[in-house]
């Protein structure tokens, strides 16, 4: 159900719909609450089901407490409009259930979408504590708009047949990446879609669920099949002659004249995973447009700030006004996993999803995706590319040289709403000095 609730007084005069604050003043609506929830009813209905979810029954309901009756029209069912007689507990579950009694049944042969992926992905279970969960749904909400740079390179992506999209860690690469591939499958293209970080696999798939997009990581190509068009994430990490020539092998055309989109941080992360040479950037860069994110949509603003002060790293723009400070702790000893581990539990205790928890150590072996307790913790390596709500960040290195600062960089730019540092005084001293050191990431 879609449930539009309006406050204050609620009334139709002429034709136009108009509202009233506890004030008394009166507000022209834009069309009644009831096309309001309709809308918001069929677009999300709409989006669902291009995600490949499947058919479900869907209600749109209006709810204006502090009116006596609903107005009467011949537009919606009485039974959809609830005043202040139906709030109560009873009278609420009541009309709810009634509303929920006249969907309409699936349609022969149709797919049904089960209840658990539904709940999914409308963002889990609404077990968290309201402030929790008002402040994730605000920074979730901008997060989720996207932005002009990437609308202009969604529109350049339609038109030039190669083309190099630069941005730093949270700018919205792999979204615009995946609906560029929607697009050119859309169009009748044959469509590959390939990375070399490990994790992205699990990211990208359920995305292109029942669409004829192949997803498959670089190392595992053979130039036994050919795509219209080949779409690379993380694409600083194939920097390479080598990685070049089977680009050639698997895009119809070549690198030079085949239909291509590569996406890559500017912000050097080679000494997490790959390689990267720059005169074959250069090289590559011949062939193209290039095109910049300058916005960062997944990190808060403090996560931004942060990042930019310590690493010199361009992470784009601060978009997200909402979001939490970065919460420190001090451990008395260097050994900091365990620390982390029990500030996940806190944070559990405080009704955060344990999946939407991970613990990144940054100097963990590159192999390492384990789960403690339900608590995901894995390397910068394996969560190169993807994010999660909650990132808590430990082990930090003893040097930060290049592949000390790369892996620091990834564990910090992981975070959609809230970051956690567990550190040691010895990391104190360190981190201060490489805040007086700038662009060392450029």
């Not at 504590?129 to 920074?139: K, S, T, W």
């Not at 030039?160 to 697009?183: C, D, F, M, W, Y």
């Not at 939407?356 to 940054?362: E, G, L, N, Q, T």
């Not at 010895?426 to 805040?435: Q, T, V, W």
Request: glycine share 8%.
């Amino acid at each position: 159900m879609i449930v539009e609730v309006k406050g204050g007084g609620v009334q139709k005069f002429e034709g136009v719909w108009y509202s009233t604050d506890r004030r008394g003043d009166s507000h022209r609506l834009g069309s009644s609450p009831m096309e309001q929830a309709r809308s918001a009813m069929f677009a999300l209905k709409s989006i669902l089901r291009e995600d490949g979810l499947g058919w479900f029954a869907a209600e749109a309901v209006v709810v204006t407490p502090d009116i006596d009756a609903p107005p009467s029209s011949t537009e919606w069912k009485a039974s959809h409009w609830l005043a202040r007689d139906s709030m109560s507990v009873q009278h609420l579950t009541a009309a709810l259930d009634e509303v929920a009694s006249l969907a309409h049944a699936a349609p022969s042969r149709e797919r049904i979408a089960g209840s658990s992926d539904l709940r999914t992905r409308l963002f889990g279970e609404f077990s968290r504590m309201p402030m929790l969960d008002a402040q994730r749904g605000a920074v979730l909400d901008e997060q989720n708009h996207a932005t002009e740079g990437q609308a202009r390179v969604l529109s350049g992506l339609a038109k030039n047949p190669r083309l190099v999209v630069l941005g730093g860690a949270g700018t919205g690469k792999s979204l615009v990446l995946a609906e560029a591939a929607k697009q050119e499958s859309s169009a009748g293209r044959s469509v590959l879609v390939t990375f070399r970080s490990p994790g992205l696999r699990s990211f990208f798939e359920p995305i292109f669920a029942n669409r004829p997009i192949e997803v498959i990581p670089f190392d595992a190509l053979t130039s036994e099949r050919q795509f219209d068009v080949v779409l690379v994430d993380e694409a600083q990490d194939l920097m390479s002659a080598e990685a070049m020539d089977t680009l050639d092998l698997v895009c119809r055309g070549g690198r030079t004249q085949g239909r291509w989109r590569m996406f890559l941080d500017p912000n050097n992360q080679t000494h997490v995973d790959g390689s990267f040479d720059s005169d074959v950037f250069d090289l590559v860069g011949q062939d193209a447009l290039e095109y910049d994110l300058s916005l960062n949509v997944r990190n808060t603003r403090a996560i931004v700030h942060m990042v930019q002060e310590y690493l010199g790293a361009d992470v784009g723009d601060p978009g997200i006004v909402h979001g939490d400070r970065i919460h420190w702790t001090w451990a008395p000893d260097t050994s900091t996993l365990a620390l982390a581990l029990s500030t996940a539990t806190l944070l559990t205790r405080n009704g955060i999803e344990r999946s939407d928890i991970w613990v990144i150590p940054v100097t963990a072996p590159p192999e390492m995706d384990e789960f403690h307790d339900g608590i995901r913790v894995l390397s910068p390596r394996n969560a190169k590319g993807l994010e999660a709500e909650h990132v808590i960040v430990c082990d930090l290195p003893c040097e930060f040289d290049e592949p000390g600062l790369s892996n620091f960089y990834v564990a910090l730019t992981r975070a959609r709403v809230g970051l956690h540092i567990v550190a040691s005084e010895p990391d104190k001293k360190r981190l201060r000095e490489i805040g007086h050191v700038k662009g060392r990431l450029r």
